[in-house]
């Protein structure tokens, strides 16, 4: 049934009132985020490697990595080895354009997601987040989220079945 | 001594009632009006559900400069405020809430509620003129006509029903008020309410004080109390028209059931049809957007007025022909 313009316009306001409304009260009651919400990097540092990745593909060069190396002694038999030792790891979140470039590059799973996003600053240098920092994030990484049920299937996962499968028949 | 007593017992519930329910209306327009736009209005002030805002608002108004521009006529500027408010002050007293229970029994009480209502936009002509201010000029002629043609139908409209009750006395007239008039009376009503909301220039009538167009019209220059004082008149008119319409209209005191047969009281009756009717005129101001000057002419002229007429008319065929 149509109903007569003035008429509608009551309607809409009328049913309006009778919902929820939208507003978040923010401050005193906080925001249900959607699951991977980009709120600040998280940092593992026992994974990373210093291979410098994450650095360089940053599209806004906001990384800043320092390191040394550091030589392991022989153990018996063997012969001494070096490793990379990280002094700095520092993310500059007012240069930061939350691409997660880094994260995605970072082959280590050295980088995190976290949904945090209360960390302003009154003076734009403190923006920068150094290692400690960066890993106190990490205790508010959330697990990852399970996979979608009807989404596509890892191709591992076929592979593997495929081959459970032939395994099965002989 | 007692009969002085009993006036100024009156005359207190009546400023009582004159400084909560617009209040109450305030509020409620902050709220519904938040929620029909899926806001949720005020929330801070009071803890509760924003509960005091309009009370910090007015301590707000309080503290503010009272500003009189240099080039204003002062005197006119400063009594435009006090115009504008009164006249609604002095039309509760004639307004009955229940049976016997009215400030002052006026025998000619719809006349002289009419007449007082329309001084009522004196206040905003007066302010428009006194301001120097161009704006404020734009507001008060807006006013001006907008007066002219609204004051019309609403008079023909309340002519109306006088006519069919046979009496110009408001408690007379809900007296005489039965059931089947919402039906027979209806046009009028509905006309009555719209020009009644138009002198008030509220909402989508408020070409006036249109503020995409002209700052704030007639009221542009105000600070500080005096500008709450408008503000407060705007509400208060809502109660008046609210509760005229009421009176008028709706049959007053009187419910779908008898006080005898353990009905509510008449006054619950008043208030629950003001306040129901208030509601209608926040409802309007959020779902219409503003009438344009031509517009609001043309519906008064060629919508209100032929049909106010028409009612006269339709109330002169029925009272003689039950008569």
Partial sequence: MKMPGLVKGLAVTLGTMGRRSVTQQYPDVKPELPPRSRGVIALLEENCTVCMLCARECPDWCIYIDSHKETIPAPEGGRERQRNVLDRFDIDFSLCMYCGICIEVCPFDALFWSPEFEYSELDIRDLTHGKDRLGEWMQTVPPPPAHDEHGVRAKEVDAARKAADKALEQ | ?323
């Avoid at chain 2, 419910?255 to 209608?280: E, H, Q």
Wanted: hydrophobic residues 60%; charged residues 10%.
């Fill in chain 2, 1 to 323: 001594m007692t009969e002085l007593l009993e006036v100024v017992l009156r005359l207190a519930l009546i400023l009582v009632a004159f400084l909560t329910l617009p209040l109450l209306v305030g509020q409620a327009e902050h709220k519904a009006m938040a929620h029909m736009q899926s806001r949720l209005g005020p929330m801070y002030a009071g803890g509760f559900h924003g509960w005091a805002q309009l009370v910090a608002d007015g301590v707000k108004f309080a503290q503010k400069e009272d500003l009189v521009p240099a080039a204003a006529d002062r005197t006119v500027f400063k009594l435009a405020p006090a115009v504008g408010l009164i006249p609604y002050l002095v039309v509760l007293v004639a307004i009955p809430v229940a049976p016997g229970r009215v400030a002052q029994e006026l025998d000619a009480g719809i006349f002289f509620v009419i007449a007082v209502m329309g001084i009522g936009v004196l206040g905003s002509l007066m302010a428009g003129w006194a301001s120097a201010n161009k704006y404020s000029l734009l507001g008060g002629l807006r006013s001006a006509a907008q007066l002219m043609a609204y004051e019309l139908p609403f008079l023909l409209a309340a002519a109306s029903v006088a006519m069919a009750a046979g009496t110009l006395s408001l408690s007379g007239i809900v007296e005489a008020w039965e059931p089947w008039w919402l039906l027979w009376q209806l046009p009028g009503g509905v006309v009555f309410f719209i020009a009644g909301l138009a002198e008030l220039q509220r909402p989508p009538f408020d070409m006036p004080v249109a503020d995409s167009e002209i700052i704030f019209g007639a009221y542009t220059e105000y600070t500080g109390l005096r500008f709450a004082l408008f503000l407060l008149a705007e509400y208060v008119g809502i109660v008046v028209l609210a509760a005229l319409t009421t009176v008028l209209f709706l049959g007053g005191w009187k419910g779908p059931f008898d006080t005898a047969l353990g009905g509510a009281p008449g006054v619950v009756w008043t208030l629950v049809k003001i306040f129901a009717l208030s509601f209608v005129v926040i409802w309007l101001r959020v779902s219409y957007p503003r009438l344009r000057e031509d517009q609001l002419q043309r519906l008064a002229w060629q919508g209100l007025v032929p049909v106010a007429l028409g009612q006269l008319a339709l109330t002169g065929v029925v009272a003689v022909a039950i008569s």
